[in-house]
């Protein structure tokens, strides 16, 4: 099955600079692969999803590039504020919705911002 | 209506008890599952409905049982369960190639 894995653990930036989290997946199948924010007690949330037929995808200081040969993909937060403060989680399918299959996540990133 | 609605919120359930947690959506999702997450982890997938019908069981013991009443209704029934299985119990649905997944809030369950 698919296995992803995910880096940094955990990741302090000063607000207002940049913060970059990535993961790698083994299946070559898989063609979906979206980010999710989890606050304290709170369902996890999309934030940005993309798909195999895209390299990269922008919504506003959100942004994730997907690089298919090397099956690695990176999250990127610019002009962070104290508000991204939350566990970020990584995951991969071969079917972005709807199919009978599930996610696979990476084990998360706290991403904490600094004052 | 773009939300998935979880209850309830919080469960404290004994070794013996038998209960149920609910979810629900009304935006016409034919893809629901359950979710188990336990704590500083990340969601591990536990069942697949695929148009009101069971597509994947992960090997989840059978103190574990999923409905699908409807196509706006999923349930979960737990009975004899262990302290172990305390956890965040999430709740997902999806529709097609343009929506992705959609968690709900999730059901805090403790076991004493």
């Known amino acids: 099955g698919e296995n992803v894995e995910q880096h940094p653990s955990t990741l302090s930036v000063q607000e207002g600079d940049s913060a970059v989290i990535k993961c790698t997946y083994s299946d070559s199948a898989s063609n979906y692969f979206p980010w999710y924010k989890q606050e304290l007690g709170k369902g996890p949330q999309l934030i940005i999803d993309i798909r195999s037929n895209v390299g990269e995808k922008k919504d506003q200081r959100i942004a994730v590039t997907l690089n298919k040969t090397a099956k690695h993909f990176s999250l990127h937060i610019t002009e962070t504020q104290p508000e991204d403060s939350a566990v970020y989680f990584c995951?991969?399918?071969?079917?972005?919705?709807?199919?009978?299959?599930?996610?696979?996540f990476g084990k998360g990133t706290h991403l904490i911002i600094q004052p | 209506d773009t939300e998935v609605t979880q209850t309830p919120k919080h469960l404290v359930m004994g070794m013996t008890n038998k209960k149920s947690l609910k979810c629900e959506q009304h935006?016409?999702?034919?893809?629901m599952y359950w979710y188990k997450q336990k704590a500083k982890k990340p969601p591990e997938l536990m069942f697949v409905?695929?148009?009101?019908?069971?597509?994947i069981n992960e090997s989840v013991p059978s103190r574990f049982s999923p409905e699908c009443p409807n196509s706006s209704l999923l349930n979960l029934h737990l009975h004899a369960l262990q302290p172990e299985d305390s956890a965040l119990y999430l709740c997902?649905?999806?529709?097609?190639?343009?929506?992705?997944?959609?968690f709900g809030s999730g059901t805090r369950l403790t076991v004493v």
């Open positions: 935006m016409g999702h034919r893809a």
């Open positions: 995951a991969a399918s071969m079917n972005p919705g709807g199919g009978a299959d599930g996610l696979t």
């Open positions: 409905y695929s148009y009101e019908k069971l597509s």
């Open positions: 997902a649905t999806s529709q097609g190639v343009n929506y992705g997944y959609t």
